[in-house]
């Protein structure tokens, strides 16, 4: 037997067991769980699955859940794209410290997100007395902790840097050229941007919108923090741990059940993904 047979049976061989583990791995790690939710969410049958995930704390869990997502997908796309045009495409001071502060999310627990937020526009923040002025100017009861907004502030905090971190390694790796011969040609920076800049990102535009949708959706410890009520406030992750933390068996399946909502979501969002990512691969 030759060495070049030896080192082809050898690789063969480890190929073939980093094969196995891995995907006893994923099928421990990750497929056997995900399948004991959908198993333990109809373990009362169809009909108590259908009636856990229409009440009316569920319903409202679930609007609270995609308007913060809204919210946060559309500004973070916007501000993602200027953030990442900027850094890409202009120089200036400051420069290194602006693109450290994108990745602060990344860094930060979500739980201390929440607290910040908590001591910045709470009874005790310093930003209390503005909005207690605005309230009494205009008549109005505009609250950020414990309501809406905060949950939409907070969302939107955790899921900044996706968008724009998916697009600056491929504006990077595109280059200036084609905008600088358009800008000697006379075009605009809007046309260049429209024309030029804005089709070279759309994949992973895409990709890091995915991305920040996904994140956003199973967002738990900072909206935790700025969210008290129930039926009100509370999104989906906090309504499954309501539920969960019930300790009944109905409001365990239950939690299940809700769960199930969120993990049907998350893969309809991975095939999307895939599919996006398919496409960016064949373009480049």
Known sequence: MTEQVKLERRKK????????????????????????VMASSLKEGLGFYLKAISTSYVL?????????????????????????WLLTRFSFKGKQVLATLIDIPFSISPVIVGLAYLMTFGRLGWFYPVIRWFNEIFGTNVRITFAIPGVVLATIFVTFPYVSREIIPVLNAEGK?????????GASGFTIFRKITLPQMKWSLIYGIILCTARALGEFGAVNALSKTRGETFTLPLEIDALYMSGTDSSITSAFAVSSILLIIALIILFARNIVEHKFKKLH
């Open 177 to 185: 050229d084609e905008e600088e011969a358009a800008a000697l040609m």
């Open 60 to 84: 409202s869990a679930l609007k609270v859940t995609l308007i913060a997502t809204v919210f946060a997908v559309v500004i973070n796309t916007f501000f993602g794209i200027w953030t990442a």
């Open 13 to 36: 061989i480890t190929k073939i067991i980093l094969v196995t583990v891995t995907v006893l791995f994923i099928f421990v790690m990750l497929v056997v769980p995900l399948f004991s």
